[in-house]
């Protein structure tokens, strides 16, 4: 079979939709905002929109899922990845869950403004859940609209495809489509609403089941539903664990706690902040979801948030993210404790969110500065003074840690390298030159020629550290004001920059001579401006 016979036109994409198949359904039907008791999910449709058009698609994503690209740029894909038509085979959905925001049990939120169009089997036969993310009020909507805008919609298109090519595990976005319609948005809840154009994007994820959607079971005691789903979960999504039992839910939970830590481990390697990590915006996939108020670390500060509804406490910052995934991972062990009904074995499996995090730490940390092999007895001190000096003076993550691996270790005595030498590579990375005083200047220089004294232990060429180096710091990262700026001009009708940072952000881990302007750190101007560095819930 030749490439080309396994991509599809639109009409020809097959449906298996198992979610709704083998769950219980809501029996009320129709959109009104409900409480939704004995039932994991609602018949919900997609409201029309006035006038579907184009901004953007993913080619990566529409070959995974056997979309030929010619098929995107047709009426039929923006009809239908615009809420207006359906294909056979689609039977939408909205997934009930809770979930704990901000520390505090939130009850029945679910989903407010997804609609889950169906599950699509590829010709690998791979299953893809496909969901519009800003179709419309759903019985979930509480008092909201159920709609996204344009900037919140654009965001989420780019950095879900910039994490996948990042290796961060992720849902992915296929399509990002503007709908014609207005949507009103106080930006920052100070009384000052503004109308914006509406958008919606096509997620694309093997399952959006969320902690939360086992939480709201266990907090309604609906414990036969509860063991319904954690079957289901695992005989769809985890069918190597084998059939469910006491034994294989506890098995379950250490996998979800295992790839959690892996997720988070990537988010700390590629500087990323989630910005919202309540238990409801947790993948049991231990994928990346709901992307909002996130934020990429520009100066490196493990105390930012990018989340100004979360400036005060900042429960979500840089740093509080292992823990906060560990919260998290406890409150779905809570969750399936009647199914389980052991807290010593629960409280176990749990641990292994930890181990796997602090041995994925060490490898994460060796990668970053060139290391074979992590040494406890000298790396982690290593490390803990280089975060330190990085938080002494405003220091670009991305390209701090990019141009470390110019710098040349293979000198026969560290010691008599004079200090404008060891520090030129990393120059570029500095945001307020004043800051670099002598006495900063010659603790980073002492620094370095203990590096380059540990990266000697190694035996290793500069080539060959820095291979390892390019292989884990990326070049490109989806900036903060790189989004934004590819926002002002798609508000203006000029969807370029979202093609331009899409290209730029599939090979985020090469040189890519030419496109070095995609690399540069925040200038000036993007420093306080919202959208660069203020975000809020409001999308
Ligand atoms: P988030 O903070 O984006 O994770 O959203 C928390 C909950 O609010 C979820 O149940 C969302 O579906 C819901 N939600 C957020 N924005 C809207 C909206 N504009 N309309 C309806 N529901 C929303
Ligand atoms: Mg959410």
Known sequence: MNAQSQISALEELVFENRFVKELPADSETGNSQRQVLGACYSQTLPTPVPKAKLIAYSTVM??????????????????????????????????????????????????????????????????????LKGAGPTPYSRSADGLAVLRSSVREFLCSEAMHHLGVPTTRALSLISTGASVVRDMFYDGNPQVEPGAIVCRVAPSFVRFGNFEIFAARGETNILKQLVDFTIRRDFPELGTPSVDVYLAWLQEVCRRTAEMILHWQRVGFVHGVMNTDNMSILGLTIDYG???????????????????????????????????????????????????????????????????????????????????????????????????????????????????????????????????????????????????????????????????????????????????????????????????????????????????????????????????????????????????????
Not at 98 to 121: K, M, P, S, T, Y
Not at 316 to 322: E, L, T
Not at 382 to 390: D, K, V, Y
Not at 472 to 477: D, G, S
């Open 293 to 539: 108020p996130y934020g990429w670390l520009e100066n490196y500060d493990p105390n930012w948030t990018p989340n100004t509804t979360d400036a005060v406490h900042r429960r979500y910052r840089f740093g509080s993210q292992p823990q906060i995934a560990f919260w998290n991972l406890g409150q779905l062990a809570s969750a399936i404790y009647p199914l389980v009904e052991n807290v010593d074995a629960l409280q176990h499996a749990l641990d292994t969110y930890k181990t796997v995090f602090e041995t994925g730490l060490q490898a994460v940390v060796a990668g970053k500065l060139g290391l074979k092999q992590y040494d406890s007895n000298t790396d982690g001190e290593l490390h803990a003074q280089l975060l330190a000096l990085l938080q002494q003076v405003e220091t670009d993550m991305t390209l701090f840690y990019r141009n470390l691996a110019l710098v040349n270790a293979e000198v026969a005595q560290p010691d008599t390298v004079p200090e404008e030498i060891l520090l030129a590579p990393l120059m570029l990375s500095y945001y307020v030159p004043e800051q670099l005083t002598p006495d900063y200047k010659s603790q980073m220089a002492d620094w370095i020629r203990s590096y380059i004294k540990r990266v000697q232990r190694e035996g290793m060429s500069n080539t060959e550290r820095a291979a390892i180096m390019n292989a884990v710091n990326p070049k490109y990262v989806l900036r903060n004001y790189l989004a934004q700026l590819a926002i002002d001009k798609a508000q203006q009708g000029d969807n370029s920059m979202i093609y331009e940072l899409l290209e730029v952000l599939r090979k985020p881990y090469d040189e890519q001579p030419g496109n070095e302007r995609f690399a540069e750190k925040r200038p000036d101007w993007a420093r306080q401006r919202p959208g660069c560095s203020m975000l809020s819930c409001s999308s």
């Open 62 to 131: 529409a070959e995974e899922l056997g979309i030929a690209p010619t098929s995107c740029e047709t009426e039929d894909f923006v009809q239908v990845f615009g809420g207006n038509r359906l294909l056979s085979g689609m039977q939408p959905y909205t997934m009930c869950y809770g979930g704990h925001q901000f520390g505090q049990w939130a009850g029945q939120l679910g989903d407010g403004r997804a609609i889950n169009l169906g599950e699509l089997v590829n010709k690998a036969n791979r299953h893809w859940t496909l969901q």
